[in-house]
């Protein structure tokens, strides 16, 4: 090969070298690229989630008509007694606004109760609750003619130093003078109030204002009114005369009362009355590390990414805190996400044929669990064949229908249903379990193999029924 | 002797010419590997966070309840003058604000605003933030896109 020749082709190799080498370059940047698009879009999809549920969660504590105030370890309510609005409707509209009108197609929310049901908003108890405390500020209904204080355990003094209560009555007026000597138009009974005195663990300090629409007061204590403290284990209730209703508060009872506050007819305990009240509550814990929530969850999933947030809902204007409570293991497998409870079993309807109230939730925070085939069993078999499972309402194995095999199935026949997914959180029904014709389940003894999507199983054995 | 020399510069300036067309297609092969796997993705997260902080602070502010207490002009004119102070220098954004009356049977949206700053970019963000009136029945929606100047 002559050297020119030669020279042509180192000359030729050393560009298809380089040029090779220049494309591989390119080719890894791609890439590159791509797994930091895809690492992005992840957290905008996170950003996402937990924006829009920080923005609903926030609105939702306005629903109750409350405003809630901090001064260091003092929170302070400020409420009105009955509702000035209709907050089942509000939250109802709130709750349909959202899902149809704020949400992008993507986008899905859903609210929970404490025990994880799915709700409308307007579903949800009208409480707040007050943490690490476990104490409840909270109405009878949404009417709120009757407000409650309660412990979710027993009423200490270490939960809970003092209690505040100035009502403001913009409507109402004492049918007499609330000075010395008017002792029969107010009444303490049962009283287990002290000055002072108290020495139990469960005595609370408190002071009452009750203020009518001239401006004249009974406080506690005062002229009239020698007690500060009450206890939460003993009742004490005060009744007080006033034009249109009475007032009565109630301080302790048996069920955990820190105090009660109603209008009722006069003389007539049993007939609620309304009349306006706008009631401040103070309530001065041991510390200032507490928080308000309401009682139920608020999720967002972005469907295209099979993404989801849970948050607990705020009860005051700060971010809400995102569900920690259990935060299951990496690993954890749907069934150990499963959890059951067939307490409420029973056979009924038709010739006893029905087996009904097999409930069961998905306790997971960030996992779906989806069910793809049961095995459901029963002794004594006595040739029982099995129709149909139907879970909240759908038919997902049927004889004639939903899933393989075809046809109705004796004792220990895995049933192929169609997919039933359960979102994280949530719970429901086996409506019923169906069998033939002439079939009395009444008596019968079940176990039921339950086999999820990603092949774990789960053993569940209840009865008789 | 004259003839081989043209020869031989003929067959050099070949091989330049094939070797300026090998670069330019290796250049345009690159150009087109980079710019087909430019991520959108990435380049729309500042836009995306802005969007969502705006949306946040005014809701903060209460710049959105504000608007149920007013009239459509003091709240048209009030967001013309405040809104491109929460939008960053180099951005530009169009706000869409709707109020709706939760009537027992549905919706009745009879409010609308609008305002914008600046004049459109190639890639846009949108958030979308609620806000609500409970004890008058009614809920707002503003809606906002976000772009580079």
Redesign the interface.
Known sequence: MSKTNKKGFIFALLTLLLFTTLLALAINLRVDRGKVSSWAQDMIVTRKLLYTTDDIAEDVQFGLGTRVQRSGDTLIIYDHLPANFSLNTSLYGYDRFVKTMYLTPEMRVQFYDEAGNEISLNQMNPTIIIYPYNITYGYEDYGKRELSVNCQEECKNNLLNAVGLNFNLTDSNFTWNPVPGNESHYQWSPNFLYNGTCSWDTCINFSLVVRDSLGRSYTCPGPICNYNQFRTDKKSALSIQMTPCWLEVIFGNSEDNIFLVRLHEPGNPDKECESDVNLETALDFPSSEYYLNLPGYVRVTDINYNASRVLLLPGENISARELRRSVEPPNYTESECFVWDASNVWAGGSEDRYIYGFRMSNSCTGRFLTITKVNVSWTPNTGQQIEVVNINGTSYWAYNGAGTPDGRQPSGTLLDMVDFSMYPLTSTNITYLRFASGNNMSGESFTIDFYFGDNTTKHVAFGPV | MFGSVSLKGFVISL?AIV?VL?AIT?TA??MG??S????Q??S??PL??TA?DVL?LM?KQGVFRDMYGKNDSAVQAELESTFSDYIPVNMGAKLNVTI?T?T?SG?SCGRFFQVQKGSGGEYRSS??????N????Q?G?AVIEVWYE
């Open positions: 091989d070797a090998i290796a092969a690159v590997v980079i087909t796997s430019k991520s993705s990435y729309n997260m995306h966070r969502e946040t809701d709706c939760y027992g919706f958030a979308r933030r609620v806000f609500a409970m004890p008058n029945n809920y929606l």
